[in-house]
C-alpha cells in the first residue's frame, strides 16, 4: 500500500515530485489543469520527464485529477463538446506525468432524470475513449450524492463502466468520504462494502482510494473531507481500509483540508501508524 496526498503542481512535475519525497509519500495525486477551469494546457514534456525520473527513483506512484466543472452528463451540446475536449486532453497529460490514472467525477443529470443521466454518460465516455489509445486508466469516482450527481453506489458504477464500448479502458477510484456521505458504508457494513467491491467484479479494475474522514454525518449526501480521525467516520473505521489485505496493492491518497502541505507529512506518519 502506497501512503500518499495530492500535492500542487503549479511549479511543475518536477517540483511536485521533489515535494512528495520531502513529504515522504509513496504516492500522491495532482490536477491535470486549473481544478476550476478548463482552459487547455501547453505539456512542458521537459519539466514532466524530470518528474518522471524523480518518481521512478524513489518508486513513487502517481495519480491525476481532472478539472471538477466538466459535467458528463450534460444535456447541452456545447458543455458536452467541452467537456469531451477536456477529458481527452486531461488523459494524455497524464500519460506525460506517467500517472496510472486520470480521476473523474462521474455526471450530473441536472434535471433530466437519472435514466438520461446515465445514458448521457456513457455515450459522454464512449467519445472520450475513442480518442485515447494510452495505457492511463480513466477512473470514475463514486459521489457523495450531492444534487443530482450519479455513481452513489459500486453498482451503478460498475453498470457505467460495463456499458460502455470501451470497459478495459476504464477503472476506479473510491473516496472513503463520498462513500460515507452517501450511506454506502460504515464502521459495521466495510466487510458488506469489500464483499460487493468483489462480487461485481469493482476490486479488480480499482486503481487508487481517496482517503478522508467527512465533516458530515453517514447518508448526509454532502462532500464535506476532514482529516483522519477528526469527522464523522472516525480512525477505527478508515484504519479497515488501511489493514485489508485485498487493499494492499493500491495508492491511498489523503485529499483532506491542509493550511500547508507540510502537514500531510504528520497525517501520513498518522496514517501509518493506524495501519500497524
Known amino acids: 500500500m502506497k501512503i500518499g496526498c495530492h500535492i500542487s503542481v503549479a511549479k511543475g512535475l518536477e517540483k511536485a515530485a521533489m515535494q512528495a519525497v520531502h513529504l515522504g509519500a509513496e504516492s500522491f495525486q495532482v490536477f491535470t489543469k486549473n481544478p476550476r477551469g478548463l482552459k487547455p494546457k501547453k505539456i512542458d514534456h521537459k519539466d514532466a520527464n524530470k518528474g518522471v525520473e524523480i518518481m521512478t527513483k524513489h518508486g513513487i506512484t502517481l495519480v491525476c485529477h481532472t478539472p471538477y466543472i466538466t459535467n458528463l452528463s450534460t444535456p447541452k451540446e456545447d458543455l458536452q463538446e467541452v467537456t469531451i475536449r477536456s477529458i481527452a486532453e486531461d488523459l494524455h497529460i497524464a500519460e506525460a506525468y506517467g500517472a496510472v490514472g486520470a480521476v473523474v467525477h462521474c455526471g450530473k443529470h441536472v434535471g433530466e432524470g437519472e435514466e438520461y443521466g446515465t445514458k448521457r454518460m456513457v455515450e459522454t465516455l464512449d467519445l472520450i475513449l475513442e480518442q485515447y489509445n494510452g495505457p492511463v486508466k480513466l477512473l470514475l469516482e463514486n459521489t457523495a450524492g450531492q444534487g443530482t ?17 470501451y470497459p ?14 452517501a450511506g454506502q458504508w460504515d464502521e459495521e457494513s466495510f ?10 467484479g469493482y476490486l479488480d479494475h480499482l486503481v487508487c482510494i481517496h482517503f478522508n474522514d467527512s465533516k458530515v454525518p453517514y447518508g448526509s449526501r454532502k462532500d464535506r473531507h476532514e482529516k483522519i480521525g477528526k469527522g464523522e467516520i472516525g480512525s477505527d473505521a478508515l484504519a479497515k481500509f488501511l489493514r485489508s489485505e485485498k487493499l494492499q496493492h493500491l495508492p491511498v491518497v489523503l485529499e483532506t483540508p491542509v493550511d500547508d502541505e507540510q502537514e500531510y507529512a504528520e497525517e501520513m506518519v498518522y496514517i501509518r501508524d493506524l495501519k500497524g
Not at 450527481?149 to 464500448?165: H, Q, W
Not at 479502458?169 to 473510491?174: E, M, R
Not at 466487510?191 to 461485481?200: G, H, P, R
Open 149 to 165: 450527481e450519479l455513481g452513489l453506489t459500486i453498482r451503478a458504477l460498475v453498470a457505467i463502466r460495463e456499458a460502455t464500448k
Open 168 to 181: 478495459e479502458k476504464i477503472g476506479y477510484c473510491f473516496d472513503t468520504c463520498h462513500a460515507f456521505a
Open 191 to 200: 466487510d458488506k462494502l469489500l464483499e460487493d467491491m468483489e462480487q461485481t
